[in-house]
T-cell receptor
Framework: GDSVTQMEGPVTLSEEAFLTINCTYT??????LFWYVQYPGEGLQLLLK?????DKGSNKGFEATYRKETTSFHLEKGSVQVSDSAVYFC??????????FGTGTSLTVIP | EPEVTQTPSHQVTQMGQEVILRCVPI?????FYWYRQILGQKVEFLVS????????KSEIFDDQFSVERPDGSNFTLKIRSTKLEDSAMYFC?????????????FGPGTRLLVL
C-alpha cells in the first residue's frame, strides 16, 4: 500500500546552515506529494506541494522536487533561521481522501 | 486567516470511559477528517466525512469510534470505551473539496491520554 518514509530526527542545525530532510514514498501511479510543518502549539500547516513528476514546490525559502525515478520528495532550504524550528511532515495523497504521513522530523535551529 | 480549531487541547481519561473530541472546521469547507498520531509513530488517517456521511475510513476506525456533525459548525470524534492504546494526538482537518491535489487544513490537535 501507499506509504511515506522520512528521515528520522531530531535534527539540530546552526543558523544559516543548509537543510535537507529526506523523504521517499511508495505508491502506485502518480500521487500528489506534500510537506507540512508544525510549529510548537499549532496545527499542521501546508508548507509546499507538488502534484506531478518533476514539479518543484517552494515556499518560504523551502523547496522540494517530485522525483518519480527515485520516488523521493526531499525538503531543502539553503539557509535556515531560528524561526524554522518545527516538526516537518512529508505526506502523499493518492486518489482517495486520506493522506499518508511520515513520522515527522523535528528541526531545531540554534543561533 | 481562517483556521481549524480543536478542543480540548489535552484530555486525560480513565480506560473504559467515553470521550468526545471537538473540532470546528473552516467555515466554507465541506470535507472533514480525523487523523491520529501515537507518540513516535506516523500520523494515521482515521475517517473522512462529507454530506453527513462517512466517505472513507481506515481499519483503525472500528465500532468504538464514531463521528458526527451535530450542528453547522462542529465536527466531533467520539471514542465509546477508551483503551490504553487510544492514547495519541488526534488531529482534525477540513478541505473545500476532495481529490488528489486538494489541500487539507489541520487543527492543532488534542492530546488524549488514557490511564
Amino acid at each position: 500500500g501507499d506509504s511515506v518514509t522520512q528521515m528520522e530526527g531530531p535534527v539540530t542545525l546552526s543558523e544559516e546552515a543548509f537543510l535537507t530532510i529526506n523523504c521517499t514514498y511508495t505508491a502506485t501511479g502518480y500521487p500528489s506529494l506534500f510537506w507540512y510543518v508544525q510549529y510548537p502549539g499549532e496545527g499542521l500547516q501546508l508548507l509546499l506541494k507538488a502534484t506531478k513528476a518533476d514539479d518543484k514546490g517552494s515556499n518560504k525559502g523551502f523547496e522540494a522536487t517530485y522525483r518519480k525515478e527515485t520516488t523521493s520528495f526531499h525538503l531543502e532550504k539553503g539557509s535556515v533561521q531560528v524561526s524554522d524550528s518545527a516538526v516537518y511532515f512529508c505526506a502523499l495523497r493518492h486518489t482517495g481522501n486520506q493522506f499518508y504521513f511520515g513520522t515527522g522530523t523535528s528541526l531545531t535551529v540554534i543561533p | 486567516e481562517p483556521e481549524v480549531t480543536q478542543t480540548p487541547s489535552h484530555q486525560v481519561t480513565q480506560m473504559g470511559q467515553e470521550v468526545i473530541l471537538r473540532c470546528v472546521p473552516i467555515s466554507n469547507h465541506l470535507y472533514f477528517y480525523w487523523y491520529r498520531q501515537i507518540l513516535g509513530q506516523k500520523v494515521e488517517f482515521l475517517v473522512s466525512f462529507y454530506n453527513n456521511e462517512i466517505s472513507e475510513k481506515s481499519e483503525i476506525f472500528d465500532d468504538q469510534f464514531s463521528v458526527e456533525r451535530p450542528d453547522g459548525s462542529n465536527f466531533t470524534l467520539k471514542i465509546r470505551s477508551t483503551k490504553l492504546e487510544d492514547s495519541a494526538m488526534y488531529f482534525c482537518a477540513s478541505s473545500e473539496a476532495t481529490g488528489g491535489q486538494e489541500t487539507q487544513y489541520f487543527g492543532p490537535g488534542t492530546r488524549l491520554l488514557v490511564l
